[in-house]
């Protein structure tokens, strides 16, 4: 006897009886049953493979150094007064320092007048800083920091209503003694205030 009913191609032997033919028969009527098997390992829950969570960055990471004062004249406003642009001026470009002069040394030049500023440096191994601002009319600063030989320690020509000596860093003299900042308007005029700062 032959059966063909979706499962392979079974031949009841001759001798066996009803019983093994109802075994076939149901073998064949439920091929989708499983016997109960062990759980294979690979479908088991495996502990998850992501990491851990990270602290933020705001609360680790350690706040940037402060900067330098390098080129820190390009953010003075230009609307300000000559001596307020040179309080800003000094706030952010002789940090550390403090004025020699009691008060700037403000005045109304033409184009091409000068202005100085004599200091007296008592001790050489503080460095310092020049700085001069203008007016709106005044277009063009120079500034110059010399001894009293009229030698040029430090000097800036910059296009515009300030101006800074050095812009690069403070000026270390070689030895105590007199100096002075000069100032001149070189082109347009108006107002200017110039100070001297010293590291203290």
């Known amino acids: 006897m032959t059966l063909t009913r979706d499962c392979p191609r079974l031949t009841a032997p001759r001798v066996a009886g009803f019983a093994a033919l109802v075994l076939m028969l149901t073998a064949c009527a439920s091929p989708g049953l ?12 495996q502990p998850s493979a992501a990491p851990a969570p990270r602290a933020s960055l705001s609360e680790s990471a350690p706040l940037p150094p ?10 003075v406003p230009s609307a300000l007064t ?3 642009r040179l309080g800003v001026l000094g706030q952010a470009c002789a940090r550390g320092m403090r004025a020699l002069a009691p008060s700037p040394r403000v005045a109304t030049l033409p184009a091409g007048g000068t202005l100085a500023l004599p200091f007296n ?24 920091v010399v001894d009293s030989s009229d030698r040029v320690l ?4 910059l296009a515009g209503g300030v101006a800074l000596a050095n812009r690069e860093g403070p000026i270390c003299v070689a030895h105590a003694g007199d100096y002075r ?3 001149r308007a070189v082109q347009g005029k ?11």
Do not use: F, N, T
């Not at 402060?66 to 953010?75: H, K, N």
């Not at 440096?121 to 500034?143: P, T």
């Not at 430090?154 to 020509?157: E, I, P, Q, T, Y």
């Open 82 to 84: 000559p001596v307020e």
């Open 154 to 157: 430090g000097a800036d020509r």
């Open 34 to 45: 499983r016997s109960a098997s062990k759980p294979s390992e690979s479908s088991a829950p």
């Open 181 to 183: 900042a000069i100032i």
């Open 190 to 200: 108006g107002e200017v205030a110039l100070q001297v700062w010293q590291a203290e």
């Open 121 to 144: 440096i008592s001790d050489a191994s503080r460095c310092l800083r020049a700085a001069a601002a203008g007016a709106a009319g005044v277009q063009a600063l120079e500034l110059a």
């Open 66 to 75: 402060e900067q330098l004062p390098d080129g820190c004249a390009s953010a």
